[in-house]
């Protein structure tokens, strides 16, 4: 620039040193000629000129594209007829001046959040990546929600996941697998999953140091806090709605999604040609066994075969097993008292067993201990087994299951049972809220279209004041007649009885046919044995 004024200067400037300047800039010409326009040194190439009556973006404006979700007309509008309603009349940017001040003033990451929230003004967020450091220095656990639908005793539900994963080597610890909505038990059976190395689930185990969770209820509770308390591990809880602290199981979440579960039958959110798109009617969906069989494969897959980019060309288990940081283990007796939820009481063992939410458990190893005192460990929601303690020594003495304990034909029924009562009771609730209600083009208040007449209605409520007096009849409050003379009737229903009337004929004059009010039922209220 300063070449370009000495030219201006000498009378020297033509338009190809402008042309020149600007191609090497990266500018147009005209841009080039306003900043020679201006008087004055300290011009600098690119920086648009400060004006006293330009237009900026204000706190009321970022207020009202946050209220119109980044619609930058709408807020125009609304600036407009505030304008228009100032006295006397005040002026407002055109649509073209507000588009180039919000793109002047608020950031890419800005004008994201202001129209979809912070997850979306995340998008444009830089984060720093932690040091991988070593194993079993960090864990990080998760809940997550498989989009695909699984089969469970003849409903489609979609299963959760809980998992632990390694932060230096990627390595998924443990997992467990729970066709409903997730609890503390699913933390605890992944977290026994993920500490022990029997050949079962895998030689990557150990204890951690220190785990992160989202503030997850399941990960927080007592019985989860007690067990990482016990096993000496410092729980992390990261603020909520903040995934990117945690971005190694939130990347596993990911891959395991785009790598294995949208290839299975089910999944939810595989596009669907049609306008209203569906689940096919013909379409056969995983058993919850084949499921989580399907699931455990992949994460061995991940563990052994998989090579992802930052482990360079090792597997997750590979890089595990090659670093030499001591494992600190645990036993199994103890890890499996460590994870359990105590009951907190001091019960005794009686000759039916051990008394635990009133049920009795029973165990061959409580022959002769009648009467010992013992405390009751137990994993939650699994009612058909308790462990037992001393008492006085907190002796392990052996598991109980329910003594009485229905078969699983018996299972199966009252399961059956209570979710026919639940699809009555819901069709019931659906059928109550099936209301009709007429179109309207003028503010006013709903107008149903079920016409009901004055006669049907007395009808209807005839009908529920005689239900209603009938739960307040009382049966036993006119006796039965009684039976015939040559009946033996016992002494207690006899007086239970009213007495005939003097002028009723007898039984046997009627022809041995009983009279009206008198029960001929032997099995009767008003009945003996003859």
Request: net charge positive; proline share 8%.
């Amino acid at each position: 620039m300063g070449r370009l004024l000495e030219l201006r200067a000498a009378g020297r400037l033509t338009a190809g040193h402008v042309r020149v300047v600007a191609g090497a800039l990266g500018v147009s010409e005209r841009t080039v000629w306003r900043w020679l326009a201006v008087p004055g040194p300290g011009v600098v190439p690119g920086a648009r000129l400060a004006r006293a009556d330009r237009f900026v973006v204000t706190d009321e404006v970022r207020a009202l594209l946050a209220l119109w979700g980044g619609n930058v007309a709408a807020v125009q509008r609304e600036l407009a007829e505030r304008a228009a309603g100032q006295s006397p009349p005040g002026t407002a940017p055109s649509l073209t001046t507000l588009h180039r001040a919000i793109r002047r003033d608020l950031s890419a990451g800005e004008r994201a959040g202001l129209a979809g929230g912070e997850r979306a003004a995340r998008k444009h967020d830089v984060f720093l990546a932690r040091p991988r450091g070593w194993r079993n220095e960090v864990w990080e656990a998760d809940h997550v929600q498989a989009p695909v639908l699984v089969e469970v005793e003849g409903s489609a539900r979609r299963p959760w996941v809980t998992w632990f994963v390694d932060c230096a080597t990627n390595t998924v610890m443990g997992v467990a697998v729970t066709p409903g909505s997730p609890s503390r038990e699913s933390v605890l059976a992944a977290l026994r999953a993920a500490v022990l190395r029997e050949e079962r689930f895998g030689p990557q185990g150990g204890l951690p140091e220190r785990v992160r969770v989202d503030r997850g209820k399941d990960f927080l509770s007592r019985t989860v806090a007690a067990a990482f308390g016990a096993l000496v591990v410092e729980v992390e809880d990261l603020p909520a709605y903040t995934p990117h602290l945690k971005g190694t199981v939130e990347g596993l979440n990911r891959a395991v999604e785009s790598m294995f579960l949208a290839a299975l039958p089910g999944y939810v959110r595989q596009p669907r040609p049609g306008r209203r798109p569906g689940r096919p009617k013909d379409e056969v969906l995983l058993g919850f066994e084949d499921f989580t069989a399907r699931l455990l494969g992949w994460v061995e897959w991940w563990n052994t075969v998989h090579q992802p980019a930052p482990l360079g060309g090792k597997t997750p288990l590979g890089a595990w097993e090659a670093d030499p940081t001591p494992v600190r283990e645990v036993s199994p007796e103890e890890l499996w008292t460590f994870t359990l939820e105590d009951d907190g009481r001091i019960r005794v063992v009686s000759t039916r067993g051990v008394r635990f939410r009133r049920r009795d458990y029973v165990g061959p190893w409580m022959t002769g201990l009648a009467g010992t005192g013992v405390r009751v460990r137990f994993m939650p929601h699994h009612d058909h087994r308790i462990e037992v303690f001393d008492a006085t020594t907190g002796r392990y003495l052996g598991p109980a299951t329910v003594a009485d304990e229905a078969s699983p034909e018996q299972i199966t029924a009252v399961r059956t049972a209570r979710a026919a009562r639940s699809r009555r009771l819901r069709k019931d609730l659906a059928a109550a809220q099936r209301w009709r209600y007429a179109a309207v083009t003028r503010p006013g208040k709903p107008e149903r279209l079920d016409a009901v007449s004055a006669v049907e209605a007395a009808a209807e409520l005839a009908v529920a004041d005689r239900a209603d007096m009938s739960r307040l009849a009382l049966p036993d409050l006119i006796p039965p007649a009684a039976p015939p003379s040559d009946w033996r009737t016992p002494a207690s229903l006899a007086a239970r009885t009213r007495p005939k009337p003097p002028s009723a004929p007898d039984d046997n004059e009627s022809g041995g046919r009983p009279q009206a009010g008198v029960c001929g039922d032997r099995d009767g209220a008003g009945g003996g044995v003859r």
